[in-house]
C-alpha cells in the first residue's frame, strides 16, 4: 500500500463550533456545530491509530479510558492511550488530566454523582504547543476554547464520568472500574532527537514527533509500525502530490516525502520506543 491520504468523517458534537480551522470548511450557521474530525483508513487496514482534530466551545465530559486487557476483556480490540497537541487556545483555556489529589473509587464514584468531580480533577492552563500523553486509566476532560489534534489508540471506547448535566448516558460502573483516580504525571519527558526532528511522546502505546526541518526524505517503515503523517501547514508534497493542512496520510511502504523549508509536520507511529532512522535523506 502506498502512502494514502485518509477518508475525513465530520462529527456533530454539542460542545463544537462552527468556526473551525485552516484546512476545513467552516459548518453553515444553521447547522449543527462539528467537535471532531476523524480521519479513516481504509476498510480492509488495520489501523491501530486514529487521528483526530477537535474543536470546543466547552467543556467535554469528564471521562475515562480502559487499558487493552480491560477493553478486550469487553470484547473491544484495544484500549485507549491518547495525546492532544494544542494549535490554539482562548486565554483561560485547560484541560483536566489527573486529580489534584489521590482518592478511593468509592470516593470517585460519589463526586461524579454529586458533581464534585469538577473541582476534584485538575485544571491545567494550556497554551499553543502544550502536549499532553494521556494514558489509559487517566481521569480527564478537554475544556472550551480549544483546537487540537488527538492521536489515539484506534477504539471507540469512551466512558463519561460526569457530562455537566447535557442529559447524555454516563457509564459509571465501568469507567470507575478502570480509572486510576490519582494526580496525573507525565511518562514521558520530550526532547530534541535530531536537527528539526522533536521527540513529543514516547509510548507506552505509540511514539509522537514533530518535524520541523524542510528536505526530501524516504520514508522506509517496518511492517508492524506503519506511520501517520499529519502536516498543521502546507509541508510540501509525499509521492509528489500535495501534502498539506486538513489531511492526514498513513505510510506503510516506502515513500518519498519533500517538506518545505517551513515544514511543521506530525509523526505517529504504534510502539512504544522512538524510531531513529525513520527519516533516510
Known sequence: MPAIRLATKRVEKPWGRHRLWPGFADAAPDTAAIGEVWFEAPADVDAVLLVKYLFTSEKLSIQVHPDDAEARARGYPRGKDEAWVVLAADPTASIAIGLRETVTKEALRAAALDGSIEQQVDWKAVRAGDVYYSPAGTVHAIGAGLTLIEVQQNVDLTYRLYDYGRGRELHLDDGIAVSNPVPYVSPYVARDVAPG????????????????????????????????????AD???????????????????????????????????????????????
Open 197 to 232: 526532528r522533536s521527540l513529543l511522546a514516547e509510548g507506552p502505546a505509540f511514539v509522537l514527533e514533530r518535524w520541523t526541518r524542510g528536505g526530501e526524505y524516504r520514508l522506509a517503515p517496518a511492517p508492524d509500525r506503519p506511520l501517520w503523517l499529519v502536516p498543521i
Open 235 to 281: 509541508s510540501g508534497t509525499i509521492d509528489g502530490t500535495p501534502f498539506g493542512a486538513g489531511g492526514v496520510w498513513m505510510v506503510a511502504q516506502d515513500a518519498h516525502l519533500a517538506l518545505a523549508g517551513d515544514a511543521d509536520l506530525l509523526v505517529a507511529y504504534p510502539g512504544h520506543e522512538w524510531i531513529a532512522d525513520l527519516e533516510r535523506c
